[in-house]
């Protein structure tokens, strides 16, 4: 047995005072629409960076339940969008893509304060980083090919069918979300030191806007899609679902592949694995390769067009939190808006040298 298996559980805490939620109303409401879930409940928090907060219910037969939220405060008016978490969950409910089964959703923020959803625990490890590292070595392959797989899975959804017509626009999603997200990094700059050299940043917006109209495809797509954000098998290698839908929305599914493969190309110091030939992970080559055969697709044109946004797109959230942060009004509470602005302009130049195919 791998003895690392049980610094992969989840750490679970007393909610946090900013984020107590009412009990009492909690299971009177549930009383009501979800019977199944029993009485006796305790509520706890799941600790972490979920922009979400996180419960983890626990009825009297000790069956267990997963609540999410929004958070408290004043919110962007489309972020923490639980309504379609819970909507692209239960929709997938019926396909071969591993999601928990949901429960309930309620859109009255009286009850608890914040708008919320409830679903069943699945169990298992979570494996925060891409090098798997609290996964034994040996099973780091297998694992990266559920992850391709499921990925594989997910695309393959037929999202017309589905019901999910109106949960995004198929079209020119690429130039889309890189005007979304220049415009996300142009507003944090006035929060920010005025000796940031953004020089690369905006050369390589620059180039994205001329090389965004790619051919359009449309998937249903996750939007994060990484090990951290699934749940793995407690012994196999094995994904078992998929969490963290809140940036999920009809677009290009090689937004998604490109995402997960970023720490192929990533500086060392950033957490890149391309310099860890022992690391047990396949070549990027490979899970690409894979995900050609899962998906039926003879290749993947655009692949630098793609790897490029993926890096501007985590620099411009990158520049979002060093903003926040400036302002002192990041979840974390611990964020430096210098350290945080230097990584996201690292992995602006990353993108840059892509894109520059060097």
Same mark, same amino acid.
């Given at each position: 047995m791998n003895h690392q298996h049980n610094d992969s559980s989840p750490v679970i805490v007393d909610p946090l005072p900013a984020h107590r939620i009412d009990a009492g109303a909690l299971a009177d409401w549930l009383r009501r629409e979800a019977p199944e879930v029993g009485a006796g409940l305790t509520v706890q928090q799941f600790q972490g960076g979920m922009s979400n907060p996180t419960y983890l219910l626990t009825n009297a037969t000790g069956t267990r339940y997963v609540l999410r939220k929004k958070p408290p405060g004043d919110? *962007?008016?489309?972020?923490?969008?639980?309504? @379609? &978490?819970? @909507?692209?969950?239960? +929709?997938?409910?019926? +396909?071969?893509?591993?999601?928990?089964?949901?429960? %309930?959703?309620?859109?009255?923020?009286?009850?608890?304060?914040? &708008?919320?959803?409830?679903?069943?625990?699945?169990?298992? @490890?979570?494996?925060? $980083?891409?090098?798997?590292? $609290? %996964? $034994? *070595?040996?099973? @780091?392959a297998a694992l990266s090919r559920s992850l391709i797989d499921t990925l594989a899975s997910l695309h393959r959804v037929d999202w017309h069918q589905a019901g999910l017509a109106s949960y995004g626009r198929p079209e020119g999603y690429l130039a889309r979300q890189t005007s979304r997200w220049s415009s996300q990094y142009e507003a944090a700059k006035s929060d920010l030191p005025a000796d940031f050299d953004y020089s690369e940043m905006d050369w390589l917006r620059d180039w994205l806007m001329d090389h965004s109209q790619v051919p359009d495809e449309s998937a249903i797509v996750h939007g994060d899609y990484r090990i951290g954000n699934t749940i793995v098998h407690p012994e196999k290698p094995e994904v078992v679902a998929v969490l963290d839908w809140e940036l999920s929305t009809i677009g290009h599914p090689i937004a998604d592949l490109a995402y997960l493969c970023l720490h192929y190309h990533l500086p060392g110091d950033l957490g890149g694995t391309a310099d860890r030939p022992r690391s047990g992970l396949p070549t990027e080559e490979e899970m690409l390769a894979r995900y050609c055969e899962k998906t039926g697709r003879p290749g993947i044109p655009d692949w630098t067009v793609f790897l490029a946004f993926a890096f501007f797109r985590g620099a411009a959230i990158g520049q979002g939190v060093a903003a926040r942060a400036a302002r002192g009004n990041v979840s974390t509470g611990s964020a430096d808006p210098t350290t945080v602005g230097a990584r996201a302009r690292r992995l602006a130049e990353t993108g840059a040298r892509i894109a520059h195919g060097l």
């Amino acid at each position: 047995m791998n003895h690392q298996h049980n610094d992969s559980s989840p750490v679970i805490v007393d909610p946090l005072p900013a984020h107590r939620i009412d009990a009492g109303a909690l299971a009177d409401w549930l009383r009501r629409e979800a019977p199944e879930v029993g009485a006796g409940l305790t509520v706890q928090q799941f600790q972490g960076g979920m922009s979400n907060p996180t419960y983890l219910l626990t009825n009297a037969t000790g069956t267990r339940y997963v609540l999410r939220k929004k958070p408290p405060g004043d919110l *962007l008016p489309k972020a923490h969008a639980v309504d @379609r &978490e819970y @909507r692209v969950m239960q +929709t997938l409910g019926d +396909t071969d893509v591993p999601v928990p089964g949901m429960v %309930a959703y309620c859109d009255d923020p009286d009850v608890i304060g914040a &708008e919320f959803f409830v679903m069943r625990h699945v169990e298992g @490890r979570i494996i925060p $980083s891409d090098d798997m590292g $609290s %996964a $034994s *070595l040996d099973e @780091r392959a297998a694992l990266s090919r559920s992850l391709i797989d499921t990925l594989a899975s997910l695309h393959r959804v037929d999202w017309h069918q589905a019901g999910l017509a109106s949960y995004g626009r198929p079209e020119g999603y690429l130039a889309r979300q890189t005007s979304r997200w220049s415009s996300q990094y142009e507003a944090a700059k006035s929060d920010l030191p005025a000796d940031f050299d953004y020089s690369e940043m905006d050369w390589l917006r620059d180039w994205l806007m001329d090389h965004s109209q790619v051919p359009d495809e449309s998937a249903i797509v996750h939007g994060d899609y990484r090990i951290g954000n699934t749940i793995v098998h407690p012994e196999k290698p094995e994904v078992v679902a998929v969490l963290d839908w809140e940036l999920s929305t009809i677009g290009h599914p090689i937004a998604d592949l490109a995402y997960l493969c970023l720490h192929y190309h990533l500086p060392g110091d950033l957490g890149g694995t391309a310099d860890r030939p022992r690391s047990g992970l396949p070549t990027e080559e490979e899970m690409l390769a894979r995900y050609c055969e899962k998906t039926g697709r003879p290749g993947i044109p655009d692949w630098t067009v793609f790897l490029a946004f993926a890096f501007f797109r985590g620099a411009a959230i990158g520049q979002g939190v060093a903003a926040r942060a400036a302002r002192g009004n990041v979840s974390t509470g611990s964020a430096d808006p210098t350290t945080v602005g230097a990584r996201a302009r690292r992995l602006a130049e990353t993108g840059a040298r892509i894109a520059h195919g060097l």
